[in-house]
């Protein structure tokens, strides 16, 4: 069969991507999500254009931000590509030094600092870090040829500027059961069968992050398999609108204000996260896009190394953490609060604990290592004590933001009823703090607060703080796999004059 004639579920990814228009700009992207006929489930119903949609359209605004960022601060968010020679948006770029990785966090940081929010797009850059050194790695145990066919995939990619999303985390079933004893077998997405062509695979992917504005997933295992678990252990790169896939989207806090009038309420009326189920219901992958298939041995490797560059990216949190601070210092101000020695003191703790998670997401890029591939990796110990920060700091940062913000933050009234023809004086009257400070700009913060610790914006600024990248014991798991505490105990022993 020539390249004419294939069925589009055969096409490969160089030819389908070389058909699509380069993304460059924000805009850009926002078109290349358009028309593209995604089954998508809200409210009980299928959106016919989810781009339009008042509720999806700010995780697609958090994702064009990548775009723009890439334009007005290349520095920051391009790198050279030795892929393809040329420069490439750094959310597609395999990093090769330390370097690689630390200017990535600081990216990821100004990213937070512009959208308050999770924008979605690094889950797929470290999914691609860690598919280049696995596909290697296996290659050479097994003979396989699974890193030329990712090379082919992430040039063409690279290319074409698209979105990817991670799609590891399996529904699981009952979590006291490994794939094959669950009672259903689609607990965990796995091979159904395998043809002349490719393989066809079921199950789904939770809480995906971006899972709709992806233009292709990786679908890859959750956990280490065994050999009963061999058509568990697939990885896979499928195009987002792939027959057979359908989208069903979560629900946020407080998600329904984006069908509101008005914007004061809805805190960051740009600016949102996205997680979907992405069900696969017998979804085709060729042969060309499949890279492992049954190598069950290599999938515990596979999330360790994606959990220590993920877990790094999490100083996503610190650029939502600076927002949190600065908002928290301005309602003090607005309050007439900010010469108050607590408050100065709650800033500085605020400060204190964002930057104790920089500290550690960081120090695990600047102490990065060379993999066989040539991919550059995280120093996981101290991605996993980032990623364990912000399980807990981001909490307690928004404590403090309530606290300074004070019990308004919960009983502000409607934006509707500050414009209602009587309540709207009497509300602007009460509700106003110091007297040359707007009662609006002092309604916005209280929102933004609300927003970020209540509403939208608190799953990406705590939940997925908490469970994203692995629930808070799946870091204690690691941390304590490499304490290396008998090295530990004979640093004691040794100095305490104990000889054996
Ligand atoms: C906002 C958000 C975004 C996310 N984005 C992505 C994404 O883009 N791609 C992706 O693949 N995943 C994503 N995740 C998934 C994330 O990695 C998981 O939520 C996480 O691994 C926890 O899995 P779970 O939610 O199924 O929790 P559960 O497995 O139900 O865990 C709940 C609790 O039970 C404990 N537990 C579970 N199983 C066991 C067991 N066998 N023994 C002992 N204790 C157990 C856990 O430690 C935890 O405390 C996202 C999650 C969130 C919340
Ligand atoms: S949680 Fe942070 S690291 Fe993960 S995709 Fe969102 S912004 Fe990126």
Same mark, same amino acid.
């Given at each position: 069969?020539?390249?004419?004639?294939?069925?589009?579920?055969?096409?490969?990814?160089?030819?389908?991507?070389?058909?699509?228009?380069?993304?460059?700009?924000?805009?850009?992207?926002? #078109?290349?999500?358009? *028309?593209?006929?995604?089954?998508?489930?809200?409210?009980?119903?299928?959106?016919?254009?989810?781009?339009?949609?008042?509720?999806?359209?700010?995780?697609?605004?958090?994702?064009? &931000?990548?775009?723009? !960022?890439?334009?007005?601060?290349?520095?920051?968010?391009?790198?050279?590509?030795?892929?393809?020679?040329?420069?490439?948006?750094?959310? !597609?770029?395999?990093?090769?030094?330390?370097?690689?990785?630390?200017?990535?966090?600081?990216?990821?940081?100004?990213?937070?600092?512009?959208?308050?929010?999770?924008?979605?797009?690094? &889950? $797929?850059?470290?999914?691609?870090?860690?598919?280049?050194?696995?596909?290697? #790695?296996?290659?050479?145990?097994?003979?396989?040829?699974?890193?030329?066919?990712?090379?082919? %995939? !992430?040039? &063409?990619?690279?290319?074409?500027?698209?979105?990817?999303?991670? @799609?590891?985390?399996?529904?699981?079933?009952?979590?006291?059961?490994?794939?094959?004893?669950?009672? #259903?077998?689609?607990?965990?997405?796995?091979?159904?069968?395998?043809?002349?062509?490719?393989?066809?695979?079921?199950?789904?992917?939770?809480?995906?992050?971006?899972?709709?504005?992806?233009?292709?997933?990786?679908?890859?295992?959750?956990?280490?398999?065994? /050999?009963?678990?061999?058509?568990?252990?697939?990885?896979?790169?499928?195009?987002?609108?792939?027959?057979?896939?359908?989208?069903?989207?979560?629900?946020?806090?407080?998600?329904?204000?984006?069908?509101?009038? $008005?914007?004061? #309420?809805?805190?960051?009326?740009?600016? =949102?996260?996205?997680?979907?189920?992405?069900? %696969?219901?017998?979804?085709?992958?060729?042969?060309?896009?499949?890279?492992?298939? =049954?190598?069950?041995?290599?999938?515990? /490797?596979?999330?360790?190394?994606?959990?220590?560059?993920?877990? &790094?990216?999490?100083?996503?949190?610190?650029?939502?953490?600076?927002?949190?601070?600065?908002?928290?210092?301005?309602?003090?101000?607005?309050?007439?609060? /900010?010469?108050?020695?607590?408050?100065?003191?709650?800033?500085? /703790?605020?400060?204190?604990? *964002?930057?104790?998670? %920089?500290?550690?997401?960081?120090?695990?890029?600047?102490?990065?290592?060379?993999?066989?591939? $040539?991919?550059?990796?995280?120093?996981?110990?101290?991605? *996993?004590?980032?990623?364990?920060?912000?399980?807990?700091?981001?909490?307690?940062?928004?404590?403090?933001?309530?606290?300074?913000?004070?019990?308004?933050?919960?009983? !502000?009234?409607?934006?509707?009823? %500050?414009?209602?023809?009587?309540?709207?004086?009497?509300?602007?009257?009460?509700?106003?703090?110091?007297?040359?400070?707007?009662?609006?700009?002092?309604?916005?913060?209280?929102?933004?607060?609300?927003?970020?610790?209540?509403?939208?914006?608190?799953? @990406?600024?705590?939940?997925?703080?908490?469970? @994203?990248?692995?629930?808070?014991?799946?870091?204690?798991?690691?941390?304590?796999?490499?304490?290396?505490?008998?090295?530990?105990?004979?640093?004691?022993?040794?100095?305490?004059?104990?000889?054996?």
């Amino acid at each position: 069969m020539n390249a004419e004639t294939k069925h589009p579920r055969e096409e490969s990814a160089k030819a389908r991507l070389d058909r699509m228009p380069s993304i460059r700009t924000g805009d850009d992207y926002v #078109d290349s999500l358009r *028309n593209r006929g995604v089954t998508v489930y809200l409210f009980g119903e299928t959106v016919a254009e989810p781009v339009d949609n008042p509720m999806i359209r700010p995780s697609i605004n958090a994702l064009k &931000a990548t775009y723009d !960022l890439a334009i007005s601060d290349p520095d920051l968010a391009t790198a050279h590509s030795p892929i393809i020679d040329a420069p490439v948006n750094r959310f !597609l770029h395999i990093p090769t030094s330390s370097e690689d990785l630390v200017t990535k966090n600081r990216m990821q940081r100004r990213m937070g600092q512009i959208t308050g929010t999770c924008f979605q797009r690094c &889950a $797929g850059l470290d999914t691609v870090s860690v598919l280049h050194s696995i596909t290697y #790695d296996i290659d050479q145990k097994h003979g396989t040829a699974y890193h030329r066919r990712f090379l082919d %995939f !992430l040039a &063409a990619a690279q290319r074409a500027n698209i979105i990817i999303g991670a @799609g590891m985390t399996d529904p699981k079933g009952d979590r006291s059961k490994r794939p094959h004893e669950q009672a #259903d077998p689609d607990m965990f997405l796995h091979v159904t069968r395998r043809t002349e062509r490719g393989i066809y695979v079921t199950g789904a992917k939770a809480h995906m992050t971006g899972g709709l504005n992806s233009h292709w997933i990786a679908v890859m295992p959750t956990m280490n398999l065994g /050999e009963e678990d061999s058509d568990y252990a697939v990885v896979g790169l499928v195009p987002g609108d792939a027959e057979g896939i359908s989208y069903i989207y979560g629900r946020q806090s407080c998600d329904a204000r984006a069908f509101e009038a $008005g914007e004061i #309420d809805k805190g960051n009326a740009r600016f =949102g996260g996205q997680e979907t189920l992405t069900v %696969f219901d017998d979804v085709f992958i060729p042969w060309e896009h499949v890279l492992m298939d =049954g190598e069950y041995e290599f999938a515990q /490797e596979m999330v360790s190394r994606f959990t220590a560059y993920h877990r &790094a990216s999490y100083v996503c949190k610190t650029g939502l953490g600076d927002v949190m601070v600065g908002a928290a210092a301005a309602i003090a101000e607005m309050n007439g609060a /900010e010469k108050a020695s607590h408050i100065k003191d709650k800033l500085v /703790e605020m400060v204190h604990l *964002n930057e104790t998670i %920089f500290s550690s997401g960081i120090a695990s890029s600047h102490e990065a290592k060379p993999l066989p591939s $040539g991919a550059w990796m995280n120093d996981s110990m101290l991605s *996993n004590v980032c990623k364990h920060n912000v399980t807990r700091f981001p909490y307690e940062i928004s404590r403090m933001a309530q606290d300074i913000a004070g019990g308004i933050v919960v009983t !502000l009234p409607s934006e509707a009823d %500050f414009e209602h023809e009587i309540a709207g004086p009497i509300l602007k009257k009460y509700m106003k703090g110091k007297d040359d400070i707007p009662v609006e700009h002092r309604q916005r913060m209280l929102r933004l607060i609300e927003n970020m610790t209540l509403g939208r914006n608190a799953v @990406g600024y705590l939940t997925e703080s908490l469970h @994203g990248a692995g629930s808070p014991q799946a870091q204690r798991i690691q941390i304590a796999r490499q304490m290396d505490a008998e090295g530990k105990k004979k640093l004691a022993r040794d100095l305490a004059g104990i000889r054996d």
